[in-house]
């Protein structure tokens, strides 16, 4: 087809149909080669749109998040209301704004996405990075208005186990050092940390909180000077989550028991 008919309306259509067979095997580069191809030879092609919008999700998958924003700005001026057509393009958008530091662009998509489709699988998630979003900008009142209503409306999802712990905490703690800890613990009567913790280990053990809330709880015994419930939750965190990026802060909050 491509050599014989170089001109043919349909030869676009190779490069994407490329693209998304290498997207389906998770293939990512091999696809956006194939989609920023088409993108750049064929730009008014029928199916360009639909080439960007695959180009955005491999470059998104591949963690090249400013290359993907690009791609989304692009899609975006382009074809301005193409998210009502697509609502997980919107979601990327808001998650890709959010991942760069543009966090009044995702709030308002954040925002629209939730307005959109208050019943979608992500809307825990969603909430809860408003919340997020809302407490970096110093508006706490509002943050805590959306961590109180994720708590409420998903108890048993992440968005609303993080709402949770962000309520308990009066904090964003997702890299937590002995020492913002010790700030977070210091409030007089304050249980609420702890029991969060323990609710999430034991209702929750295969969310991607749990890994979390064991290292904190165990930073919780040692702020209390309770070594050996300490070491316990330390011992538990290293048998169950070996692999965890939290692995070396746990090592160290055993090291200091020691000490």
Not at 107 to 131: H, K, M, Q, S, T
Not at 184 to 204: A, G
């Amino acid at each position: 087809l491509k050599s014989q008919y170089p001109n043919d309306l349909n030869i676009p259509y190779i490069s994407y149909y490329w693209g998304e067979y290498y997207l389906g095997m998770k293939e990512y580069e091999k696809a956006a080669d194939q989609f920023q191809y088409l993108v750049q030879m064929y730009p008014d092609s029928k199916i360009v749109r639909d080439a960007a919008l695959g180009l955005a999700k491999s470059l998104d998958a591949l963690g090249y998040d400013e290359q993907a924003f690009q791609i989304i700005d692009y899609i975006d001026k382009r074809w301005p209301r193409f998210y009502i057509e697509d609502l997980n393009f919107l979601l990327m958008s808001a998650n890709t704004q959010n991942r760069l530091g543009k966090i009044g662009q995702a709030r308002e998509n954040y925002w629209a996405y939730y307005n959109l489709a208050p019943e979608a699988p992500e809307a825990d998630i969603v909430l809860a990075r408003i919340g997020d979003i809302y407490l970096k900008t110093g508006q706490k009142t509002a943050a805590k208005e959306i961590y109180e209503k994720a708590a409420k409306d998903f108890p048993d999802k992440e968005g609303g186990l993080v709402s949770m712990m962000r309520l308990a905490e009066e904090g964003i703690y997702d890299d937590p050092s002995m020492s913002q800890m010790d700030k977070v613990f210091d409030r007089p009567y304050n249980l609420r940390p702890q029991k969060i913790y323990n609710h999430i280990i034991e209702k929750f053990p295969d969310s991607p909180l749990a890994p979390l809330a064991q290292l904190k709880l165990g930073m919780w015994y040692y702020w209390n000077k309770k070594y050996g419930d300490c070491l316990g939750a330390v011992q538990g965190f290293l048998d169950k989550y070996p692999r965890s990026g939290l692995r070396e802060r746990a090592s160290e909050l055993g090291t200091r028991v020691f000490d």
